[in-house]
């Protein structure tokens, strides 16, 4: 019985484990490092809102032009990282503008306030400006469905409303 050829045969073996663990570690570590990367994405996004419709004005930047009409629509100016114009510059489109806050927070107030905008003194705001959360497309897709349900059982309940009759017996 040759004992070394069985040695190499189990250290071949116990190398081959080694090597499923490693990729099974591996694995893992891939799909945490994944779920990381999108909780902070998630995160990055929270602290976002999109402007669409705010014009921009040549000599004042968009960051100040913010700042002014959060002051003016709102009575609060968030920390503001930094604003950027998305997508590329179309003749007679405004471009949506992406707001970075240092809080979440404060970006959450903003989008539940949203509608403060709608009573604006100011004539063009009321009508062309809104404020929104930086979505992923899926999450935009997901809010527009849900936005569609709401609307359609809405109108259901509106319409079996409608439709009863009430008798009152004097």
Request: aromatic share 8%.
């Amino acid at each position: 019985l040759n004992t070394s050829s069985v040695n190499n045969n189990r250290d071949t073996n116990f190398k081959g484990a080694n090597k499923a663990s490693i990729s099974k570690q591996s694995l893992t570590e891939v799909v945490l490092d994944t779920i990381f990367q999108d909780a902070k994405e998630r995160e990055r996004r929270r602290k976002n809102v999109v402007v669409s419709g705010l014009e921009a004005i040549s000599g004042v930047s968009d960051l100040e032009r913010v700042q002014q009409r959060f002051r003016a629509e709102f009575n609060f100016v968030p920390d503001i990282v930094f604003c950027k114009r998305l997508g590329t510059p179309i003749d007679g489109r405004i471009q949506p503008l992406l707001v970075a806050l240092s809080f979440s927070e404060d970006s959450a107030w903003l989008v539940a306030n949203a509608t403060i905008l709608r009573r604006s003194a100011n004539q063009n705001v009321r009508k062309n400006v809104f404020l929104n959360a930086f979505l992923t497309r899926a999450e935009t897709r997901a809010a527009y469905e849900a936005r569609c349900k709401r609307r359609t059982a809405r109108l259901t309940t509106t319409d079996n409303h409608q439709h009863q009759t009430r008798f009152v017996v004097n």
